[in-house]
């Protein structure tokens, strides 16, 4: 039975008594382990925190098994489990313990079950005849508006003393110390996901999805330094739309809206998933090909002027390559170059007046 200890009393004394692992002694402390740990640093989430409950738990009161589960779409998993019979892997559905935790969420089934046999919760169908409960305990981990995110429970093949259920108030204070950590966690990873889906929009234009002009420099520069680290060359285009104001004032922005989209598609669709595509302003594209350079530029740049064209846009392109002597900054001045050259080419020489 569970009682209070002799004055002076090392610690709980662990017995077995008709195959039931029994706690001798008071509610005992943390254990030494766990205390260590926690006298050192902090866990490094949720799921090192559980581990750690679940460790001293499994000391402190035996038990078979001990699990805390995680609600996903709809079903229970096992998120952390601790057994000294056998292994649940991290991810094991447990369709029939999401139906117990359901019911003690819901008030219908006991939290303890020192004996499991005369208990309705589990007669009921799609219990997993693997598992030979005798006793178990059992406590919701719970949003902020109740709602139901796992739980932090335990299964004993035998019938458990009845000062288990004593007992109960330490789990559920873990339990809600687990739910509140699980809970600020996940707004961290929501506040993260947000943050970076920010990040990610602020450097790409909204009207085509390709980088913008802050984007475009920041690709250049990390293009540029990885070239100089590992002693890479890299090619940069330049394109420039064709009458793109005449489209917009004799037909409306819609209309150029329209073709700076087909244009990005078609660029993209060009290029490789490690090349870079950016709208750098108005009408005019750069783009960035990853270690890529001397005598194929011309053909990716003549790759770039077939894509456009089968859109339906006319462009002209001017494409250059970097070299150990030339940087990928001064290779896309060349290249803005070549384009007006491009551009100058297929008007045509301009008439002298006479």
Excluded at 19 to 46: I, K, M, N, Q, T
Excluded at 62 to 88: C, K, N, P, Y
Excluded at 130 to 141: D, I, K, M, Q, T
Excluded at 148 to 159: E, I, K, P, W, Y
Aim: charged letters at 25%.
């Amino acid at each position: 039975m569970l009682g209070p200890a002799p004055t002076g009393a090392p610690g709980p004394v662990l017995s077995r008594e008709g195959g039931v692992r029994v706690v001798h002694g008071p509610a005992p402390g943390l254990s030494r382990a766990v205390a260590a740990d926690l006298a050192e640093v902090p866990w490094s989430g949720f799921t090192e925190a559980a581990d750690a409950v679940l460790a001293h738990l499994q000391e402190r009161f035996g038990m078979d098994l001990w699990v805390v589960t995680r609600v996903r779409e709809g079903s229970q998993e096992v998120h952390v489990a601790r057994s000294g019979a056998f292994r649940i892997p991290q991810g094991t559905p447990l369709p029939w313990l999401d139906s117990l935790s359901r019911q003690i969420h819901a008030g219908s089934a006991p939290r303890v079950a020192t004996d499991a046999r005369i208990e309705m919760a589990f007669g009921a169908p799609g219990v997993d005849r693997r598992f030979r409960v005798g006793a178990y305990l059992g406590v919701p981990l719970l949003t902020e508006e109740g709602h139901l995110r796992g739980t932090l429970c335990a299964f004993s093949g035998n019938r458990q003393p009845d000062e288990l259920a004593l007992e109960l108030p330490v789990v559920e204070l873990f339990a809600r110390l687990l739910s509140t950590l699980l809970a600020k966690e996940e707004f961290a990873h929501e506040r993260s996901e947000v943050a970076a889906a920010a990040y990610a929009m602020a450097n790409r234009d909204p009207l085509t999805g390709v980088l913008n002009r802050r984007g475009w420099e920041r690709a250049l520069d990390a293009e540029e330094q990885r070239c100089l680290r590992g002693g890479r060359c890299s090619a940069v285009a330049v394109v420039d739309l064709d009458g793109l104001s005449q489209i917009n004032d004799s037909l409306g922005h819609e209309a150029g809206d329209e073709l700076l989209v087909r244009a990005a598609r078609a660029l993209e669709s060009a290029v490789r998933p490690c090349d870079q595509v950016a709208r750098v302003e108005g009408d005019v594209f750069g783009l960035i090909a990853a270690d890529a350079g001397g005598e194929g530029v011309r053909a990716w740049a003549a790759r770039l002027g077939c894509a456009l064209r089968a859109a339906g846009v006319q462009a002209s392109i001017g494409a250059a390559a970097s070299s150990p002597d030339r940087p990928l900054s001064d290779a896309w001045h060349a290249a803005d170059a070549a384009m007006r050259a491009d551009k100058q080419s297929r008007r045509g020489p301009r008439r002298r007046a006479g």
